[in-house]
């Protein structure tokens, strides 16, 4: 009996010993609320039959239901996007494996700069009967040509005369076209109808560089550095035929640029967004959001001696519907300030570029399409509408 007891006690000593067992880790049930929402749903149903309705239930009033329902709704509407966006670039590829010229016509576009969005637009539009290399070239060159809005029907910003305002960000060129223009009206129609000034108080120098330019040219250059001294200085210079205003070069996410454009709120001024063309797609479809594109007047399309693509430029030039006032493609004033017409720019765009390690081949056609959405950076305007 002593012996059996020292066993059940040894036992009883060895089961307090030993470790609790680890508590079950149970995966959490991804889209939970989905499956919960469900349920409900069930329920409430079955609710509904035995009594006539469901509309008197609690869960009726829950806002948390509600919500989870909208929630759901979003998810699902979101993937339908996804899966009819996937379907549509592999129709789409399908396409360019059963017709090699417009296979052919994708890679020289992508190989250009311009974007996938606009890409797929133009090609889906391509005549079935169009077989050869270089018609299909030149047929994408005309729809791009008509696209592209220029002032080569209007007359020079030095013959319109008026108050225009540059507007970009830092280091695009707004001084240097600002003395381009200057020149070129001084040139027609004398220094003494022409007002120059400067809104740049942030930049170290900025006031010497325009002033510089104003001695040589013999017109006195003003500085206003409120909205007030600028309505002031406007009020002094309303007998000129042009007044050209320079702006502060500041980032488009700076918040100093959102008070700039209030500044410059004034019915008499015309704002011109000066765009550096030697810039990546999504930079320049930041900067035209940023600013208000498509408020201005125009745009001028800065340091195209720079620009190994202008494709992207004009790819964001065709989505928001922008007019090309004119371009400047050096640092000589005035003889690098053009106006050219949307042929000049869109040929300028589609020239062959000898850099291999950044060349788009018949592979990398399928991989851009694929690898994410073709409608662009977020936000961005749609590239429909091509004529």
């Known amino acids: 009996t002593l012996g059996a007891r020292r066993v059940d006690e040894r036992a009883s000593y060895e089961q307090a010993a030993k470790p609790a067992p680890a508590p079950r880790v149970v995966p959490p049930v991804l889209r939970d609320e989905i499956r919960v929402q469900q349920q409900a749903m069930q329920d409430l149903s079955g609710i509904g039959h035995g009594f006539g309705g469901m509309g008197n239930h609690p869960l009726n009033d829950m806002p948390a239901s509600s919500r989870r329902e909208q929630e759901m709704m979003t998810e699902l509407r979101a993937m339908k996007g996804m899966i009819e966006e996937r379907f549509g670039a592999l129709a789409f590829m399908e396409k360019l494996q059963r017709q090699p010229a417009q296979a052919r016509l994708t890679q020289k576009l992508l190989d250009a700069g311009f974007s996938p969005a606009l890409v797929r637009k133009l090609v889906e539009g391509l005549p079935a009967q169009t077989t050869e290399e270089a018609d299909s070239h030149a047929w994408a060159a005309n729809v791009l040509a008509r696209n592209v809005q220029t002032a080569e029907q209007q007359a020079p910003l030095e013959d319109q005369g008026g108050v225009f305002a540059m507007i970009g960000s830092t ?98 001024i015309k704002r011109i967004l000066v765009v550096n063309a030697a810039q990546q797609g999504e930079t320049i479809e930041d900067v035209v959001g940023a600013w208000r594109g498509a408020e201005a007047q125009g745009v001028i399309l800065s340091k195209l001696d720079e620009a190994v693509k202008l494709a992207p430029a004009l790819d964001t030039v065709i989505r928001h519907k922008l007019r090309v006032l004119g371009v400047t493609n050096g640092q000589r004033v005035p003889e690098d300030w053009h106006r050219l017409s949307s042929q000049a720019l869109v040929q300028r765009a589609l020239r062959s570029h000898g850099q291999s390690a950044w060349r788009v081949d018949a592979n990398d056609v399928n991989l851009i399409f694929t690898a994410g959405s073709l409608g662009g950076a977020t936000g961005a305007a749609s590239p429909m509408g091509l004529n």
């Open 171 to 268: 280091g695009v060129g707004k001084t240097t076209t600002t003395a381009k223009i200057a020149a070129a009206f001084a040139t027609k129609y004398g220094a003494s109808q022409l007002g120059l000034i400067t809104l740049d108080a942030y930049r170290i120098g900025a006031h010497e560089q325009l002033r510089a330019y104003g001695r040589i040219l013999g017109v006195p250059v003003h500085t206003a550095h409120d909205r007030a001294s600028l309505e002031d200085l406007l009020d002094l210079l309303s007998s000129k035929k042009m007044v050209l205003i320079d702006t502060a070069g500041t980032a488009q996410r700076d918040s100093r640029t959102a008070e700039l454009l209030e500044m410059l709120a004034h019915k008499s």
